[in-house]
């Protein structure tokens, strides 16, 4: 009727031909290419969705490499005997007129002095502003915590402690004609692990000692602690009383700092392994052990106190710290692979399939509530029926 017969065309030949096998069961059916067009705006659409969807994936695969932090509190196993204390400070007195001594619960006294390293300098070289924390300023103690919450982070500690080395900095040298007007005591000792005082006093006074009594016009504790810890020596990690400078005009004058310790344990290892005991000794054996995914250390809170004494009473610096029967787990552990690759494959495809379905909505809303210029100019002019601008008539002379 309509002159395909003649040409050997038929209805079969303008259709899909019958599925057979497993075609059968295709669920995705296809379009023809000549069935669809590209457009400009499908174009910035299809880009905009690709990078929206790049940046997404690659939050959730920064999300995932960050891991996810847990903290979990213990009783403290196994027997501990010492405990490491490391010092780094500068007193603005000469190294001869200051005697360093702990002393703890137990009743024994350690001549620290004789532990720790002194050196004569000069004040004029520590004073750094750049570093120094000053306890009376509040702005600069908001920007202190700021950075001591970087040290609460897994991963920002076992970076640090792999970056620097762990031993003491050297003392800046001493230009021609300058006094020594200072002394620097720096360096680690052990003591037992239980309550005590740690304390910096003049010559002559704080312990019933042979020699002749410093001056009381000599007495100048201004001090500044550039290192103060427990447990291994880490000089990166930052602890609430590493590079505090505190001063005062008056000669009796007694700085009192309370300290309250917690083991501390930060690690990557989905199964840490627990040291049977934080004797120096025993930690040592324990990190060649686990290797650099775990750090042990020990965490305080400190409570300071500065004032002004009468002669009768001992002036000096003064550390009272004691020690909590806890231990505390700080431990980083990351998701399967599989995982990431689900939550990554669901984003990029939520938002390939909706971004789809909202282009689709706007070129409909376009197409009906537009502009009525031309919304009904299909069927006025070129009537039902056309193919391609042609009218059916002309298409069937063609093929008679």
């Known amino acids: 009727m309509n002159g395909f017969a003649s040409h050997g065309l038929d209805e079969s030949s303008f259709g899909e031909k019958p599925s057979s096998g497993i075609r059968s069961f295709d669920a995705f059916p296809k379009t023809k290419p000549t069935y669809t067009r590209r457009t400009t705006g499908g174009g910035y659409t299809t880009i905009i969705l690709t990078a929206l969807s790049a940046f997404l994936a690659l939050s959730e695969f920064r999300s995932w490499y960050r891991g996810t932090e847990t903290q979990q509190f213990s009783v403290e196993k196994g027997i501990s005997h010492t405990m490491q204390i490391n010092l780094d400070a500068v007193v603005a007195m000469r190294c001869n007129d200051l005697h360093v001594n702990v002393q703890d619960a137990s009743g024994d006294r350690i001549l620290a002095g004789d532990m720790l390293n002194k050196e004569p300098t000069n004040w004029k070289l520590w004073v750094n502003p750049a570093r120094i924390h000053h306890q009376s300023d509040s702005r600069d103690r908001k920007t202190r915590e700021e950075t001591e919450a970087e040290d609460t982070h897994v991963g920002h500690v076992l970076g ?4 620097t080395a762990r031993k003491f900095p050297k003392s800046p040298r001493m230009k021609r004609g300058m006094a020594e007007d200072s002394c620097r005591i720096y360096g680690s000792l052990e003591g037992n692990k239980v309550q005590g005082d740690f304390h910096i006093t003049a010559r002559g006074h704080g312990y019933m000692e042979f020699g002749e009594h410093l001056s009381h016009e000599a007495f100048n504790f201004t001090h500044l602690i550039s290192e103060l810890s427990f447990g291994p020596l880490y000089p990166s990690l930052l602890n609430p009383l590493d590079h505090t400078l505190a001063r005062t005009p008056d000669n009796f004058n007694r700085f009192q700092y309370y300290l309250s310790i917690v ?32 750090v042990f250390t020990n965490q305080y809170a400190v409570t300071q106190q500065s004032r002004v004494v009468p002669e009768s009473t001992i002036p000096g610096i003064f550390f009272k710290f004691d020690i909590e029967p806890i231990l505390l787990l700080i ?24 971004g789809g379905w909202i282009y689709q909505l706007l070129g409909w809303g376009r197409e009906n509530f537009g502009a009525g210029r031309g919304r009904g100019r299909g069927k006025s002019e070129l009537g039902e029926g056309m193919l391609h601008g042609r009218k059916e008539e002309e298409d069937e002379g063609r093929y008679d």
Do not use: F, H
Not at 160 to 163: A, D, I, L, Q, T
Not at 272 to 289: E, F, G, H, Q
Not at 331 to 353: A, F, K, P, Q, Y
């Open 160 to 163: 640090e402690v792999r970056r």
């Open 263 to 294: 083991p501390t344990i930060y690690t990557r290892s989905p199964t840490p392994t627990m040291p049977t005991s934080t004797d120096p000794n025993a930690l040592t054996t324990t990190l060649k052990r686990v290797g650099g995914n775990t």
């Open 331 to 354: 431990s980083e552990t990351r998701g399967d692979i599989l995982g990431l690759v689900v939550r990554v494959v669901n984003v990029v495809s939520g938002i390939m399939v909706g």
